[in-house]
């Protein structure tokens, strides 16, 4: 039969070449109709013939062929030689003297060292570039603040100079901006090497699990393990920010006494990281100050939208919110002065289902009836993802830039949670290790959030539950209320979100509070601060946390943690 034409064409006894193969001969691995497993047998009755069906022929381990003698296998092997050998290589004068085991015994010992490679990747080298990652991230995030804070300084001190040192004030602003940019983009390409080398973990997880679980002991031998690579760990980058040094103002010699900036610079500390271990502590998942909780939780402001009904808000910085409710217009307030600042339109005219803002300050909005997500750029609507038979509810940017959308399918059948890169789908979430369904399927909206330690939290309405997943979608826990709440009025959570402590916070509507649970899922506290009917959740970077009410329409601001 011409291979080029057979490739559609049943398995053939190796001996007739034309029966259907129907059994398998273990030890001389050769595939066998029943007519020819007679002949096979007695043509050479020197052998203990092991003759299985065909369906089972997997089940056998495929021991090494001898290199040294054709069509012998290695079922021993050489301590000193460090290899498999054959019968005939231990009568021989080579291994004279050596010592042997059996091959099966070698095989068990080496699995147990690839068992315990997988689980230090897993356990400790995985998890400690995690946490390396989220360092360098809350390093960005800081960073960004620090260099707020010195542009303000800069600005503050050229208010009292007038418009003589205009000029000066934007150069020195530019040369913040300048070396702001340079050391995030340091900074940008540490975390992209971290990030590849995390992904270069994962492949190394799946070549170890493919090692374990191979019957080929030809490839189990060859296994060269990778673990040595990652063990060094990168170097920990540290940005040091420049100074600013005011002088008293003079009319001459303008640029000196103005004041100028220290020169930036980043340093590298080879020992700025430690592997993480298997042990939890207390403060793994957290590098940020811990903050105690208030006695009492207290109201700080509250703004009035003038919404018919307010839905959601989203925190731009601490001075400003965008908020939005069943009308098409998102819009942006002071929270200090309580004045609306912009709006904008819905492209669709439709109401957003969901509202966030991404890392580099652009408003995303979810429009269900059109299937699609959009980002708004210099008061520009751009359509990111448009989805076929699926209707996207709750969206959020994560601390890598992506966005998280999770979404019902058409029939109301199916939910699932998909994390985009621009507009390519990167992953989708949505069964859990059974095969069972994460996600509640129903027309009721749910919203998502990121926390600090990178898993995704959902607040699914219908099911009563907060559902939280960690970043690979593997599920770590379900938090369906607590039983001393306010009202004694079943779980209803809607808006949700996360602060520095990685606590998170979800809106229980029925009961007119906040829960706030910890990355586990213990639950810690309400807040209830006379929120009435709430619906929407976000924190600013000091851990305030601004709560969008509904029947009210009014977005109250709320200090918890000292």
Known sequence: MDPSTSAQDVMRCDLCETSVVQVYCKTCH?????????????????????????KDRKSTLLYPGCTSHAKEQCEMYCKQCDIPVCLCCLASKHHLGHEFSKVLQIVDEKKDNIIKEKNELNDAIYPTYQDIASDVQNRMSQLEKEYGDLSTAITKHGEDWHREIDKLVQKLKAEVDEMKNTQLQTLQKHLDEINKTMSDIKEEINSVETAIDTNDLSELFSFKSNVPRFINLPHKIIPLLPKFIPGKIHQEELSKLFGALSPSSLTSDKNGYSMKTTQKSPEAGSSAPVKQMLDEPETVTTIYTGYGELYKVACLSDEEIWTSGLNSTMKLYSINQGSLLKSITTKSGNRPYDIAVTK???????????????????????????????????????SSGDLLVIMDSDDYKQTKVVRYSGSTEKQTIQFDDKGEPLYFFDIYIKYITENRNLDICVS?????????????????????????????????????????????LTADNSNNCVHIIDQDGQFLRYIECGLSVLWGLCTDTNDNLLVAQIGNKQVKKIKYLQ
């Open 460 to 504: 699914d309405i219908e099911a009563k539950a907060v559902v939280v997943v960690n970043q690979a979608g593997k599920l770590r826990f379900r938090y369906t209320g607590h039983t001393s709440a306010p009202k004694n009025k079943p779980f209803d959570p809607l808006g949700i979100t996360t602060d520095s402590q990685s606590h998170i």
């Open 30 to 54: 050769i595939n066998l109709c029943r007519a020819c497993m007679g002949e096979h047998v007695f043509d050479d009755l020197s052998k203990p013939h092991k003759i299985v069906d065909f």
């Open 360 to 398: 580099s300050g652009d408003l995303v909005y979810t429009d269900y009836s059109n299937r699609t997500v959009n980002i708004v750029k210099n008061e520009k609507i751009e359509e990111v993802i448009r989805l076929q038979n699926w209707g996207p509810h709750g969206v959020c940017s994560t």
